[in-house]
C-alpha cells in the first residue's frame, strides 16, 4: 500500500474531477517521495481500488493542510472517478489547486 497525496484537480462543469496532480508520500518522515505526476481521475480510482491511500493536501494561508481521503464514485453513465470522503473544515474539492 502506498500513501500520495492529491495537490490539484481539472474539474468539469458539474466539479467532478476529470484529471489530478499527486506525489507519492512517506508517512513515517512526512517527506514526498519522486516526482508530482498527473493523471485521469479512474487512474486514481484505480490507484484506491488497489489499496493506497490518497488524500487531500490544501495549501491555506501559505501552509499546507492534510485534509480527508478520496474515495471511488461510480457516475450513472459508468465511469469512475473520485471525490472526497468529507469535507474538511470547510474545505472541498474546489479549494484544491485548480490547473
Do not use: K
Not at 474539474?11 to 507519492?24: P, V
Not at 490507484?47 to 490518497?54: D, P, Q, T, V, Y
Not at 495549501?59 to 473520485?82: C, E, S
Amino acid at each position: 500500500m502506498a500513501l500520495f497525496g492529491l495537490t490539484g484537480v481539472h474539474l468539469d462543469g458539474e466539479d467532478r474531477i476529470l484529471r489530478a496532480r499527486l506525489q507519492e508520500a512517506d508517512g513515517a518522515t512526512r517527506t514526498w517521495i519522486g516526482e508530482p505526476f498527473e493523471c485521469e481521475a479512474s487512474e486514481v480510482a484505480d490507484l484506491i481500488g488497489s489499496s493506497n491511500a490518497i488524500y487531500a493536501v490544501f495549501i491555506v494561508l501559505g501552509r499546507t493542510v492534510l485534509g480527508p481521503r478520496f474515495r471511488n464514485v461510480a457516475y450513472p453513465n459508468g465511469d469512475q472517478g473520485i471525490e472526497l470522503e468529507s469535507d474538511s473544515a470547510g474545505l472541498g474539492v474546489r479549494d484544491l489547486l485548480l490547473f
